[in-house]
């Protein structure tokens, strides 16, 4: 006589963007997510002009400005008293 094993189901966690709303939910976590952000916008402009500290410091304000910018038309959408 053979027994039927029922199969445990498995559930697929969403770990990783639990871990992720976690962290960009808080003071500190927002800190960081921004503070990497603003590395790799760095480094790709750095990487993008080479050794030309001209034209990566000019890219560099061009981007600082544009994201300004955006951050400011966002927050006057998400505002609408």
Do not use: C, P, Q
Request: aromatic share 14%; hydrophobic share 50%.
């Amino acid at each position: 006589m053979t027994r039927k094993y029922k199969k445990k189901s498995t559930s697929v966690s969403n770990s990783g963007s639990d871990i992720f709303t976690l962290i960009s939910y808080t003071f500190v976590g927002k800190l960081v997510l921004y503070g990497f952000i603003a590395f790799l916008v760095v480094l790709i402009t750095a990487i993008a002009t080479a050794d030309d500290f001209d034209k990566f410091f000019k890219s560099l304000g061009v981007e600082i400005l544009i994201a300004t910018l955006v951050g400011w038309i966002i927050s006057l959408a998400l505002k609408k008293n």
